[in-house]
């Protein structure tokens, strides 16, 4: 089963440090990553930097798009206001569909603001408590939500294994 984790940090740079630990538990086949990005968030910035972490996995299965997608719903919807309200709506009913619901996107909102940090991980094939326990000591707390089979295909569908272009 795949999963989609957020580690939430309590400073700015607490993603950035946990990266280390990270690409360790992969290399001891402790997780088994699919994808993943970094969120950080300084004090007195507007919106976060985003980083896709595909150099952590090779290509990255979804990619930009998917990570686009979602933070734009975490970060920058309260932003946007009522008017694109019925669009966001159909974009949050897609990501349900494949297992990333609204209550999950608040609890991200809630705990991503100015000062704090995120590792967002796709993964599968994960050693949990052999994951939780280094990331608890680094001062992290953690979301997860568990995708079936059917919904990571969707996903994949939708953002991943599609022919990427070629630049000449």
Known sequence: MTSLTVWTFPAADGA?????????LS???????????????????????TTDLGSLTGAGALGGGFWGLLFGLIFLVP??????????GA???SLAHVGIDEQFI?????????????LFVMASDT???RVV????????????TNLSAEEEARLR????????????
Request: proline letters at 7%.
């Open 27 to 49: 290399k001891q086949q402790l997780i088994s990553i699919t994808d993943a990005a970094c969120v950080s968030w300084p004090e007195g910035r507007k919106k976060p930097k």
């Open 127 to 129: 050693v949990v408590d």
């Open 91 to 93: 974009l949050t009913g």
């Open 79 to 88: 932003l946007l206001g009522m008017a694109v309200g019925a669009a966001i």
């Open 157 to 168: 569908e939708a953002f991943g294994d599609a022919p990427r272009p070629h630049h000449a």
């Open 16 to 24: 950035d440090k946990a990266l280390g630990l990270l690409r360790q």
């Open 133 to 144: 326990e280094p990331f608890k000591e680094t001062g992290a707390s953690l979301l997860t």
């Open 106 to 118: 608040d609890t991200v909102r809630a705990r991503v603001t100015p000062g704090t940090s995120a």
